[in-house]
């Protein structure tokens, strides 16, 4: 039987690696499969808790994410397209409009 | 067994999830993530939650990667320049604080080995899928349907944000 810690660790790694993501890529892209890195991250972390604790419930807001992801990526994209239109260009720091 | 199924699925996910970083083109790093959502769904599997393994590789990996594939191939821009932008202090200090928190949370917590099991009257006798969809439409069936409010509202935006200019009046 594998320990939960293990899977709460698993699940910190992999959101680390999504923030860090975030962070350092500049193709607006790339950051948002890294927002898709850490809503993985957490669904291991509810569904690992689901398991080791008995309770169906987890499982159900694993299914809410998933859809609020899928909601996300729309609108992400179209966002995407409307800015390279405007723009020309997917790099996000030429994104600096609303900067003083 | 089970402690060798999680060591792989494990270090796949967290491997092809650095490769998602590391890849300067986004194709490449859309497919590192089609791997990463798949042993997801393995690690699902041996969790026991044989229902969310499916909807991960139906929505995850046939939906929201092939529309991620899309928009790479429809913008059509060449990856070049720098690989790591330019930071502000402020954002540094943010990711360091991150990776100290996040390090010291796994090596300070004391888990319990195994938590002690809980008896759940009444849904272990079912199935996962069954469980799921009895308590999603009797106790959940509220969040159900702003759901489903969530999914038109993004559908309607998506589309208004993608179509560009548009005449109203």
Redesign the interface.
């Known amino acids: 039987?594998?320990?939960?810690?293990?899977?709460?660790?698993?699940s910190?790694?992999?959101?680390?690696?999504?923030?860090?993501?975030v962070?350092?890529?500049?193709?607006i892209?790339?950051v948002?499969?890294?927002i898709?890195?850490m809503l993985?991250a957490v669904?291991?972390n509810f569904?690992?808790f689901?398991?080791?604790?008995?309770?169906?419930?987890a499982?159900?807001f694993?299914?809410?994410v998933?859809?609020?992801?899928?909601?996300?990526?729309?609108?992400g994209?179209?966002?995407?397209?409307?800015l390279?239109?405007l723009k020309e260009?997917?790099?996000?720091?030429e994104f600096n409009i609303l900067k003083l | 067994m089970?402690?060798a199924m999680?060591s792989y699925f494990?270090s796949a996910?967290?491997i092809s999830?650095?490769f998602?970083?590391y890849f300067r083109n986004?194709i490449y790093?859309?497919m590192s993530?089609l791997a990463?959502?798949m042993h997801?769904a393995g690690?699902?599997v041996i969790?026991?939650?044989e229902?969310?393994a499916g909807?991960?590789l139906l929505?995850?990996a046939g939906?929201?990667l092939v529309?991620?594939l899309f928009?790479?191939m429809?913008?059509n821009?060449e990856?070049r320049?720098?690989f790591?932008?330019?930071?502000t202090p402020i954002?540094v200090g943010?990711?360091i604080l991150?990776?100290v928190e996040?390090s010291l949370?796994?090596l300070r917590?004391r888990?319990?080995?195994?938590?002690p099991?809980?008896?759940?009257p009444g849904?272990?006798t079912l199935g996962?899928t069954e469980?799921?969809g009895m308590?999603?439409y009797t106790?959940?069936l509220f969040?159900f349907e702003i759901?489903s409010l969530?999914?038109l509202?993004?559908?309607v935006?998506?589309?208004?944000?993608?179509k560009?200019k548009l005449k109203f009046r």
């Open positions: 039987m594998v320990p939960l810690s293990w899977y709460v660790a698993l910190s790694l992999l959101f680390l690696i999504g923030l860090v993501g962070l350092i890529r500049r193709n892209v790339i948002l499969l890294c898709e890195i993985n669904n291991i569904v690992a689901s398991k080791y604790q008995h309770v169906i419930d499982q159900i694993v299914f809410f998933i859809t609020v992801a899928a909601a996300e990526v729309a609108i994209l179209g966002i995407i397209i409307a390279f239109r260009t997917i790099n996000i720091d | 089970q402690l999680f494990g996910i967290l999830a650095l998602v970083l986004p790093s859309a993530l990463m959502f997801i690690l699902y969790l026991e939650a229902f969310l909807v991960q929505v995850y939906a929201i529309l991620y928009v790479v429809l913008l821009v990856s320049g720098r790591i932008q330019r930071q954002v943010v990711g991150a990776v996040i949370l796994i917590t888990f319990y080995p195994e938590l099991p809980i008896p759940h849904v272990e996962n469980t799921i308590v999603l106790q959940y969040p759901a969530v999914l509202i993004a559908l935006g998506a589309i208004v944000l993608a560009g």
